[in-house]
């Protein structure tokens, strides 16, 4: 009796740890889904500037890279950049009119790009997210003004003033 007893404590023990780390199972409907809601949930936050839901779907890890050559802050740095903002009760409204949601099976991993509609008219918004703690985080965000063809010449006029300077200070820094 006591070996049958320490036989089934050992299987459930087993059982019980290998549960716990078996690898990420894609089911990728399933994922396209939950994943398109976590970044609409992450829109919505900073919409109605609720910085904890905002940040709470962003890894301990996360990058954002924002429109301006200096933006590129972890997830720190940007709570810092972002707080004024959210505290003012008005952060950013971006909403997604175009989605394309790509992912890597069985390893919990997936890009994204997405147009948006927002204040500065239509915006490129792509990144990673990681499948953590049974649900999909944002670790990489990237965005971008979009400018038409048509209209790259002004725009790099426009620039090239603050380009020059960014560009002499970032090549004294190598």
Known sequence: MKHTLLF???CFISLLASSQTMPYQSNKEQDKNEISQT???WHKAAAEANFQNYFNLLTEDAIFIGTDATENWNKN???AYSKPHFDK???WSFKSVERNIYLEDKKGIAWFDELLDTHMGICRGSGVMRYENSSWKIVHYVLSIEIPNENVAEIVDIKKDIDSKLLEFLKKQQ
Request: avoid cysteine; charged fraction near 35%.
């Open 8 to 10: 089934f404590s050992f």
């Open 39 to 41: 970044i609409d949930t």
């Open 77 to 79: 740095e940007f709570k």
């Open 89 to 91: 009760g008005r952060a």
